[in-house]
């Protein structure tokens, strides 16, 4: 599984030895400029909502708002890579980026109409049957390098959906403007079509602990 974050004992032995040792850096003789990169993405584009936006408390716990992004694309463009910058991480549970192609953005242009704050609720998807996923972020996620090669090809005209999950349970009262990156491949045609499939295991349960008085 890409991206994996399970360690071993041993791994999480030799962490436990480092931090009590006080972190120390690697090699010491290393000058700053000739660390190696840590983020290899390369950020081709940028876009986010036009204006800060106050989840809505009134929901309950929850508020998912999909905001409309408009990427200005006037060819097929192979989205390599992503990056999202949560505006409030206090807050901010998940997001999802989306594709609509021209083909349903009356839909969605009823939906931002009949909708607030830049855009409209929308829980459980885009609220576009036809929308495909172009990624996602969740907590401690970096930015998402697709497999070389390979990217998420978004037709010209496509506006992207960014749905953001606001969790209230412990902040009620702010505002938020999450940011979406992308990593554009030079041409459509130099890479192979990548396909973002959900997938979820709705049997997993885990069992209450016994309380001990």
């Known amino acids: ?14 962490i436990q030895s480092w931090v009590a040792g006080g972190m120390p ?24 909502p036009p204006s800060p936006y106050t989840p809505d408390a009134s929901l309950g716990t929850d508020d998912y708002h999909c905001f409309v992004l408009n990427p200005n694309l006037s060819v097929d463009t192979a989205v390599t890579a992503l990056n999202i910058i949560p505006g409030d991480r206090r807050v901010v549970h998940h997001v999802l980026l989306y594709g609509v192609d021209t083909a349903d953005q009356a839909q969605l242009s009823t939906l931002v109409a009949g909708g607030s704050g830049g ?8 609220g576009i049957n036809s929308a495909s996923i172009i990624g996602g972020w969740v907590p401690g996620t970096q930015a998402t390098m697709f497999p070389k090669g390979t990217g998420v090809v978004v037709k010209a005209g496509t506006m992207i959906v960014m749905q953001v999950h606001y969790n209230l349970l412990v902040v009620q009262h702010t505002t938020d403007q999450t940011t979406a990156q992308l990593e554009y491949a030079a041409s459509s045609t130099d890479v192979t079509p990548a396909y973002i499939v959900p997938m979820y295991n709705d049997t997993f349960s885990v069992a209450p602990a016994r309380c001990r008085p």
């Not at 599984?1 to 030799?14: F, K, N, P, W, Y």
């Not at 855009?119 to 885009?126: E, M």
């Open 25 to 48: 850096e690697g090699d010491q003789s290393m000058e700053p400029s000739e660390m190696p990169p840590t983020d290899p993405f390369v950020m081709s584009a940028q876009f986010e």
């Open 1 to 14: 599984m890409v991206g994996a974050r399970g360690l071993t004992e041993e791994q999480i032995s030799d």
């Open 119 to 126: 855009g409209y609720t929308c829980f459980g998807g885009s």
